[in-house]
Protein backbone atom coordinates (compact mmCIF):
# COMPACT_ATOMS: atom_id res chain seq x y z
CA UNK A 1 0.00 0.00 0.00
CA UNK A 2 1.46 3.47 -0.93
CA UNK A 3 -0.31 6.67 0.05
CA UNK A 4 0.69 9.92 -1.78
CA UNK A 5 0.24 13.47 -0.53
CA UNK A 6 1.04 16.41 -3.19
CA UNK A 7 1.99 19.60 -2.43
CA UNK A 8 3.62 22.82 -4.07
CA UNK A 9 0.34 24.28 -6.06
CA UNK A 10 -0.72 27.89 -6.25
CA UNK A 11 -1.55 30.94 -8.34
CA UNK A 12 1.69 32.10 -10.69
CA UNK A 13 1.86 34.45 -13.87
CA UNK A 14 2.47 33.00 -16.82
CA UNK A 15 6.43 32.67 -17.64
CA UNK A 16 6.82 32.08 -13.23
CA UNK A 17 7.51 28.41 -12.09
CA UNK A 18 6.35 26.19 -9.34
CA UNK A 19 7.59 23.09 -7.86
CA UNK A 20 5.53 20.06 -6.93
CA UNK A 21 6.09 17.52 -4.49
CA UNK A 22 4.70 14.38 -3.65
CA UNK A 23 5.32 12.49 -0.40
CA UNK A 24 5.01 8.38 -0.33
CA UNK A 25 4.16 6.58 3.01
CA UNK A 26 5.60 3.23 2.84
CA UNK A 27 9.02 1.38 2.23
CA UNK A 28 8.29 -0.01 -0.96
CA UNK A 29 8.00 3.74 -2.87
CA UNK A 30 11.54 2.63 -4.22
CA UNK A 31 10.27 -0.20 -6.49
CA UNK A 32 7.44 2.01 -8.07
CA UNK A 33 7.41 3.83 -11.10
CA UNK A 34 6.19 7.25 -10.33
CA UNK A 35 3.85 9.52 -12.56
CA UNK A 36 2.26 13.16 -12.89
CA UNK A 37 -0.77 13.75 -14.41
CA UNK A 38 -3.27 16.74 -14.85
CA UNK A 39 -6.81 17.28 -14.95
CA UNK A 40 -8.65 20.47 -16.15
CA UNK A 41 -12.42 21.12 -15.24
CA UNK A 42 -14.27 19.14 -17.99
CA UNK A 43 -11.07 17.23 -19.16
CA UNK A 44 -10.26 13.81 -18.76
CA UNK A 45 -6.69 13.23 -16.89
CA UNK A 46 -3.83 13.65 -19.11
CA UNK A 47 -0.68 12.48 -18.85
CA UNK A 48 2.22 14.97 -17.81
CA UNK A 49 5.62 13.43 -17.11
CA UNK A 50 6.89 10.14 -15.46
CA UNK A 51 9.81 8.13 -13.59
CA UNK A 52 10.98 4.89 -13.41
CA UNK A 53 11.90 3.57 -10.04
CA UNK A 54 15.54 4.56 -10.30
CA UNK A 55 15.43 7.51 -11.57
CA UNK A 56 17.27 6.12 -14.37
CA UNK A 57 14.54 7.18 -16.82
CA UNK A 58 11.66 9.87 -17.90
CA UNK A 59 9.28 10.47 -20.00
CA UNK A 60 7.43 13.87 -20.86
CA UNK A 61 3.99 15.00 -23.21
CA UNK A 62 4.95 16.93 -25.53
CA UNK A 63 3.57 20.11 -24.60
CA UNK A 64 6.11 20.45 -21.25
CA UNK A 65 9.33 19.20 -22.85
CA UNK A 66 11.83 21.44 -21.84
CA UNK A 67 9.78 23.22 -19.51
CA UNK A 68 8.81 20.53 -17.05
CA UNK A 69 11.53 18.60 -15.02
CA UNK A 70 10.45 15.08 -12.81
CA UNK A 71 12.95 13.59 -10.37
CA UNK A 72 13.00 11.88 -7.44
CA UNK A 73 14.65 11.33 -3.94
CA UNK A 74 14.16 7.56 -3.12
CA UNK A 75 15.84 8.38 0.28
CA UNK A 76 13.27 11.04 1.01
CA UNK A 77 10.58 8.53 -0.61
CA UNK A 78 9.39 12.17 -2.69
CA UNK A 79 9.00 12.55 -6.40
CA UNK A 80 9.12 16.42 -7.89
CA UNK A 81 7.88 18.31 -11.11
CA UNK A 82 9.93 21.21 -11.45
CA UNK A 83 7.85 23.40 -13.78
CA UNK A 84 9.09 26.46 -15.10
CA UNK A 85 7.64 28.91 -18.16
CA UNK A 86 4.56 28.29 -16.87
CA UNK A 87 1.19 28.88 -19.27
CA UNK A 88 -2.05 29.77 -18.67
CA UNK A 89 -2.68 26.27 -20.82
CA UNK A 90 -1.10 24.36 -17.92
CA UNK A 91 -3.98 25.67 -15.44
CA UNK A 92 -5.27 22.36 -13.55
CA UNK A 93 -5.45 20.10 -10.97
CA UNK A 94 -2.26 18.19 -10.65
CA UNK A 95 -2.02 14.34 -9.32
CA UNK A 96 0.38 12.22 -8.63
CA UNK A 97 0.43 8.32 -9.57
CA UNK A 98 2.46 5.18 -8.32
CA UNK A 99 2.39 2.13 -10.72
CA UNK A 100 4.37 -1.41 -10.06
CA UNK A 101 6.73 -2.00 -12.94
CA UNK A 102 7.88 0.59 -15.43
CA UNK A 103 6.45 3.92 -15.99
CA UNK A 104 3.22 4.14 -18.38
CA UNK A 105 1.30 7.15 -19.92
CA UNK A 106 -2.39 5.43 -19.13
CA UNK A 107 -3.46 7.01 -15.79
CA UNK A 108 -5.90 3.25 -15.60
CA UNK A 109 -2.61 1.38 -15.05
CA UNK A 110 -1.44 3.81 -11.98
CA UNK A 111 -2.69 2.03 -8.39
CA UNK A 112 -2.41 4.51 -6.64
CA UNK A 113 -3.17 8.38 -6.47
CA UNK A 114 -3.01 11.19 -3.86
CA UNK A 115 -5.90 14.03 -3.70
CA UNK A 116 -4.22 16.44 -6.19
CA UNK A 117 -2.80 20.31 -5.85
CA UNK A 118 -4.19 23.16 -8.02
CA UNK A 119 -1.75 24.89 -10.13
CA UNK A 120 -3.18 28.26 -11.79
CA UNK A 121 -1.52 30.35 -14.36
CA UNK A 122 -2.95 33.56 -14.83
CA UNK A 123 -1.99 35.64 -17.86
Known amino acids: QVQLVESGGGLVQAGGSLRLSCAAS????????MGWFRQAPGKEREFVAAISWSGGSTDYVDSVKDRFTISRDNAKNTVYLQMNSLKPEDTAAYYC????????????????WGQGTQVTVSS
Open 97 to 112: GAKSGTFNRNPRLYSY
Open 26 to 33: GRTFRTYA
